[in-house]
């Protein structure tokens, strides 16, 4: 059976709806940035997500080709994640999605290296006739983080947002969202076909131990 990661590391991609603290190790994506409304048709978001999965979709099957890795072992592709914030805004404005700046990303086996991920990149440019050079390997070490799972629409996660800000508070702990660490979304739905109420996301925010002053 295919390794999945939100089975195997169901801590990381299946909370609970209530707030839970959790240090997330260090990982490797694909990843592509970017800014503007994620909304837009045929937009900078929409081509990134087109990138992200063509080069996904040519590791996950290179063993069907004659480029093989040290340690492969067949897998699900894991779901699409993202980094979002928005320059000189605190926390986030959802009623002004143009200004946003996102990294899109989906998480990389550990037996993929950069050599590996370069050799996808130039096959997935050249099987799809499309240019996927803005994808990159990106190496992301979480550590300490509140995360709780969102039900609904992208819009309603502010209500969410105040659940696990009155969390880590009442537990000693405060937000910690920076220009290098960021709110952090990972999608379990697929927005084209199931009902925007349905919609499940994991909300990630990194957290630090409050100090008194």
């Not at 990982?27 to 994620?38: E, K, L, S, T, W």
């Amino acid at each position: 059976m295919a390794f999945d990661f939100k089975k195997e590391y169901k801590e990381f991609y299946m909370p609970k709806n209530k707030p839970q603290i959790v240090t997330v190790p260090e990982a490797n994506y694909i990843a592509v940035r970017g800014m503007g409304d994620p909304n837009e048709e045929d937009g900078a978001y929409k081509r990134a997500i087109g990138v992200l999965y063509a080069v996904a979709y040519t590791l996950k099957m290179s063993y069907k080709t004659d480029y093989k890795m040290d340690g492969f072992f067949e897998y699900v592709v894991p779901p699409l994640e993202g980094f979002w914030w928005q320059e000189n805004v605190k926390g986030i404005d959802y009623s002004n999605k143009s200004s946003f700046c996102w990294i899109s990303m989906i998480r990389l086996p550990d037996f993929v290296k950069k050599a590996d991920f370069d050799w996808a990149v130039k096959t997935a440019s050249e099987k799809k006739k499309m240019d996927c050079s803005s994808a990159e390997f990106l190496t992301v070490d979480e550590g300490l983080c509140v995360q709780i799972m969102h039900y609904g629409a992208y819009d309603d996660e502010p209500g969410t947002v105040a659940i696990m800000d009155k969390f880590i508070e009442e537990n000693g702990y405060e937000n910690d969202i920076n220009d290098k660490r960021m709110h952090h979304e990972i999608y379990l739905s697929d927005a084209r076909r199931v009902a925007p109420e349905k919609w499940k996301t994991v909300i990630r925010h990194p957290i630090k131990k409050k100090v008194d002053k």
